[in-house]
């Protein structure tokens, strides 16, 4: 076409503005047409589009070749250009009748749309069948008309997948009435804005259509559809409200044409009127399009706005009310802990293939629905929900610590009794018994009167091993006591049955602290020796700022639980003084317990 419009004679041109339509509808259609033939070969409708786009190229090539005037077969060029239009009316019928699904809702509808189309084009070629070209043409425009009752019967009667596809066409036919409006404003005068205006419709046309077929999930289409119909009622009452305040202000100033007075109060009232009016329109226009949606994403947002006006109910019991789903269940990702719980505080495991609410990149929530429940609405109602979901988080955080604390709490009170359970054992079957024993003895001694000598050197040592013992209860009390944590660990070590490399640093702290730190290394040298044939041991007990960490390694076989009850127990201690515990597996084999605790506390 460009060879041709650069050999036409001085003063014609085969290109103009009311051209550009035609290139815009053979680049739109070729270019769909061929994006849907590559991703879905087996669609005819991207064939179609590339038919489409075909005939109306054929169609400027055969203008183009006529306008060139006494050439060989210029009449033939004719005949066939004024011809070209006929496929196109075909061929959109049949776009429309196999769009999204690739099959016609009513088949015989597309047989005798392409038997009438093909007898219009031979009678616009042959003059015999000339009697049969005006029926033909009104039959051909009918079917067109037809094509598009089909959509809309189609529409009504799909649900799911195929009414989104189908809604992708309803953007394209939204902003049809601005586009008019456009064309009417642009009249003879302006034919550049007049192709423009129809171009607009003709581009829209194809891409919605690719749209439906091969990319309907991409977007929201909803929400995309009833957002282009806000926009273009809204703007349809700003435009009437400027001129209706323009005019009238004009009027009231009378002869002052040249004031900018009505333009300003005319923007002002646009721009005071734009919000409202947006608001308004959004709520008609979200309620008619899909009522249900409507009514779920306002109960959360009215929620979202002012919970304490709910009743009590939290966001997962307004989700569940929401989406009529009782089952639905929300789990909150706590970071300091590493792990899923629920709005009160217990831990859980979400299954992967549960919806999963983000922000900024970061997880903040897991929400787990009925397969009754549509997710793409579960969706965007998380989605509208996201900041309530985060303050649940942060309750679920405090929950969960609370219910740690409660937990920590049970299982020291636990362990206190079964502490001076053992403490008392200890002391009746040992010091008790032994001084029992050294009275007996005594008394014998005494009321025979004979190996008193001997019976004072035995009560002697009777009285040496009671008060070890007591010793060792009462650093079993206070581990530490006045000595200081370096020498405690010192002496905890030189009774194990294996070297052990220390390094405690020389400072005191509060008695909670040393005691606690003396138990952590106490238990996990109780572990390796008994559980994990460790052969070799390392203390460290340093600090930095305002922690002191105490790490101890072993070599032994690994695998230690965190959760019995001896490792469990100091963990409890450490927490209760806000320290915590770690326990895992050491570079090279073996076991490592690392406890951080505050030096402050």
Not at 326 to 351: E, F, M, N, S
Not at 559 to 585: F, Y
Request: aromatic share 6%.
């Amino acid at each position: 076409m460009a060879v041709l419009d650069a050999r036409l004679p001085a003063g014609q041109d085969l290109f103009g503005p009311d051209d550009l339509p035609f290139v815009v509808a053979f680049a739109s259609a070729s270019a769909v047409g061929a994006v849907l033939a590559f991703k879905r070969p087996g669609h005819p409708v991207g064939w179609l589009f590339l038919a489409l786009g075909l005939s109306v190229v054929l169609s400027g090539i055969f203008d183009g070749y006529r306008a060139l005037g006494d050439r060989p077969g210029t009449a033939l060029a004719a005949v066939l250009g004024e011809a070209a239009f006929i496929p196109w009316f075909v061929l959109l019928a049949l776009i429309l009748q196999l769009t999204p699904t690739g099959r016609p809702l009513w088949p015989r509808l597309t047989i005798s749309t392409v038997a009438i189309g093909t007898l219009w084009y031979l009678s616009a070629l042959i003059p015999a069948l000339d009697l049969a070209r005006t029926p033909a043409g009104v039959l051909t425009a009918a079917g067109l008309v037809a094509a598009g009752f089909s959509l809309l019967v189609r529409f009504h009667r799909s649900t799911g997948t195929e009414r989104k596809r189908l809604l992708w066409l309803a953007v394209a036919v939204v902003p049809l009435p601005a586009f008019v409006v456009l064309a009417f404003a642009a009249g003879d005068g302006r034919p550049l804005l007049l192709a423009f205006a129809t171009s607009g419709f003709i581009v829209l046309i194809p891409v919605a259509t690719g749209l439906s077929i091969a990319r309907y999930h991409l977007y929201d289409v909803e929400r995309v559809l009833s957002r282009a119909v806000t926009y273009l009622l809204v703007s349809g009452v700003l435009v009437l409200t400027f001129a209706a305040v323009v005019f009238t202000a004009g009027h009231v100033i009378g002869e002052r044409g040249d004031s900018p007075v009505p333009a300003v109060l005319g923007t002002l009232a646009a721009v005071a009127l734009a919000g409202p009016a947006y608001r308004a329109f959004q709520e008609t226009v979200d309620r008619r399009f899909n009522r249900r949606r409507f009514d779920t994403l306002r109960r959360i947002r009215e929620f979202v706005r002012d919970p304490t006006a709910q009743g009590g109910f939290g966001i997962q019991d307004v989700l569940r009310d929401a989406l009529g789903d009782p089952a639905l269940r929300t789990a909150y990702w706590v970071d300091d802990r590493g792990q899923w719980v629920t709005d009160a505080g217990q831990a859980i495991d979400p299954d992967p293939g549960e919806l999963a609410v983000r922000r900024l990149g970061r997880e903040v929530a897991r929400i787990a629905v009925g397969p009754a429940t549509d997710r793409e609405l579960a969706e965007a109602a998380a989605n509208e929900a996201l900041p309530e979901l985060e303050n649940a988080g942060l309750r679920a955080a405090i929950s969960l610590q609370l219910v740690e604390v409660r937990e920590s709490r049970a299982r020291i009170a636990a362990a206190q009794l079964a502490e001076r359970r053992r403490i008392e054992r200890d002391l009746h079957d040992g010091a008790q018994q032994r001084l029992l024993a050294l009275a007996l003895n005594l008394r014998a001694a005494q009321l025979n009167g004979l190996k008193l000598d001997e019976a004072v050197e035995a009560a002697i040592i009777e009285l040496q091993g009671a008060v070890s013992e007591l010793r060792e209860l009462a650093n079993g009390l206070q581990p530490v006591g006045q000595a200081g944590l370096a020498i405690a660990l010192d002496d905890l070590a030189a009774r194990l049955p294996l070297p052990v490399e220390l390094e405690v640093v020389d400072e005191r702290f509060a008695p909670a602290i040393e005691a606690t730190a003396w138990f952590i290394v106490c238990e996990a040298m109780t572990n390796a020796v008994k559980h994990a044939d460790a052969t070799q041991l390392e203390v460290a007990v340093t600090r930095s700022d305002r922690r002191l960490a105490v790490r101890v390694d072993d070599n032994g076989r690994g695998g230690a639980d965190a959760n019995g009850s001896g490792l469990r127990g100091i963990a409890d201690r450490a927490e209760a003084i806000g320290g915590r515990l770690t326990v895992g597996e050491r570079p090279g084999g073996g076991t490592r317990v690392v406890g951080e605790l505050p030096c402050e506390w």
